[in-house]
């Protein structure tokens, strides 16, 4: 089974950049999909951004201009650059991984990001 483990976050500033990785341990599919989920205090889960294949890309409309989702087959990492971050930005960031043999994604653990002055 892929396991996924997250890295990358902090505490930064309104305005400021981070970038989240993601590194997979297994066998990996270039068909499949790796995503970029956060989860805020009493708030739900929420997709971010995920990226399947190599092209194909789709963002939260909150984070769309701001953030970008990017691959790396070889390193198995999948990278969530975060630019003009805001405070409503603050949350867990989770990273998961799934293909065509099962339903149910691989999870991190998260890694949070805080964003505050």
């Known amino acids: 089974q892929v396991q996924v483990v997250e890295s990358g976050g902090g505490l930064v500033q309104p305005g400021g950049s981070l970038r989240l990785s993601c590194v997979a341990s297994g066998t990996i599919f270039a068909s499949s999909t790796m995503s970029w989920y956060r989860q805020a205090p009493g708030k739900q889960r929420e997709l971010v951004a995920a990226i399947t294949g190599g092209v194909s890309r789709n963002y939260a409309d909150s984070v769309k201009g701001r953030f970008t989702i990017s691959r790396d087959y070889a390193k198995k990492t999948v990278y969530l650059q975060m630019n003009s971050l805001k405070p409503e930005d603050t949350a867990v960031y989770y990273c998961?991984?799934?293909?065509?043999?099962?339903?149910?994604?691989?999870w991190g653990l998260g890694t949070q990001v805080t964003v505050s002055s």
């Open positions: 998961s991984y799934s293909d065509f043999r099962s339903e149910t994604p691989s």
